[in-house]
C-alpha cells in the first residue's frame, strides 16, 4: 500500500498562485502514475492533472495553460504548480497514485480562491 500526504493548501486570492505537494511511502514500484484530483461539496471528485513516472501528463481542460505538474522520482514526489487561480478553482486538492489496478488517495488538501 502506497501512503501519501498532501500540502501546500491555503487561502488565495484571485490571481494568485499556490503550490502542492505530495510524498509518496511505502512500497513503490514504476512504471506509475500520479497526479491530482479536486472536488467540491456535492460533486464527484474530478481529474485536475496526472503525471507517469515517465513524464507522461494529461490536464484537464479548466486548468491547461495555468497548472503545471512536476515530479521528483527520486523522493516519490508530486507537485502542482497552480498559477492565475480563479473562485472556481476552490476546492478539496487530492493526491492519487496508480499503478495497475491499485488506486492510493492522499486525505485531501483545501485550497480556496477568493474574488
Known amino acids: 500500500q502506497v501512503q501519501l500526504v498532501e500540502s501546500g493548501g491555503g487561502l488565495v486570492q484571485a490571481g494568485g498562485s499556490l503550490r502542492l505537494s505530495c510524498a509518496a511511502s511505502g512500497i513503490i514500484f514504476r512504471p506509475n502514475t500520479m497526479g491530482w484530483y479536486r472536488q467540491t461539496p456535492g460533486a464527484q471528485r474530478d481529474l485536475v492533472a496526472t503525471m507517469t513516472s515517465g513524464g507522461t501528463t494529461n490536464y484537464a481542460d479548466s486548468v491547461k495553460g495555468r497548472f503545471t505538474i512536476s515530479r521528483d522520482n527520486a523522493k516519490n514526489t508530486v507537485y502542482l504548480q497552480m498559477n492565475s487561480l480563479k473562485p472556481e478553482d476552490t476546492a478539496v486538492y487530492y493526491c492519487?497514485?496508480?499503478?495497475?489496478?491499485?488506486?492510493?488517495w492522499g486525505q485531501g488538501t483545501q485550497v480556496t480562491v477568493s474574488s
Open positions: 492519487h497514485h496508480n499503478r495497475w489496478s491499485t488506486d492510493s
